[in-house]
């Protein structure tokens, strides 16, 4: 029960997280986001991270999101560079964790291209919003997002486990909500989308230890 558990409170702290957003509560928003994240990491821990080498991975890649989580509850503009950089960590240890699987070099490539796509045109509509000390680091991190989606996709046709590939996606138009957010425009409705997105993409990472155990 407790995965179910743990699940559960996860999407009931989101709603509570979202409910504070749109109410302008910054110090109870944050509390509760960080409540939120706690509760994948348990899940994945229940779920058996610690006995494979995958879940191990993925394990590290949750607590480097949840700390990402925490550093965006700021609006300071360190705060926000110190959360993109813990994030871009975490998408590079969810690539580690995906390469893992036997994947073949033709669906690799298959995938990359695909994402390479989407990533120029990410960087399209960003581009022109960013200010000069963003444009490296943005790129970097949409690269990170490009590579972890592309590795995941090739992970679930290798395996048949498409829980990280859904989960990758998800994570990825998270991204684009935040984004949004920082650079383009900000509105309530990038967090009304971008927050579940992002938690569900979380759940979905954690849930796919079981499978690895």
Known sequence: MLPILFTVSCLVLVG?????????????????????????????????????????????????????????????????????????????AFSAAFAQAPWSWGALATAAAAMAVVGALSLRWLWPHLGAGFKGPVLAYIVAIMVMCALAIAFAGATGRWLPAVGALLFAASDLAVARQAFVARTFLNKAWGLPAYYVAQLLMAWSVAGAA
């Open 16 to 92: 509570a997280l979202l409910a504070a957003e749109r109410v302008g509560r910054p110090v109870l928003a944050g509390t509760v986001k960080t409540m939120a994240s706690l509760c994948f990491i348990a899940l994945a821990l229940v779920l058996g991270a610690l006995s494979t080498t995958y879940g191990t991975i993925v394990l590290v890649a949750l607590v480097l999101s949840a700390l990402g989580d925490v550093a965006l509850a700021s609006d300071r503009p360190a705060a926000f560079m110190a959360g993109l950089g813990f994030f871009l960590l975490a998408h590079i």
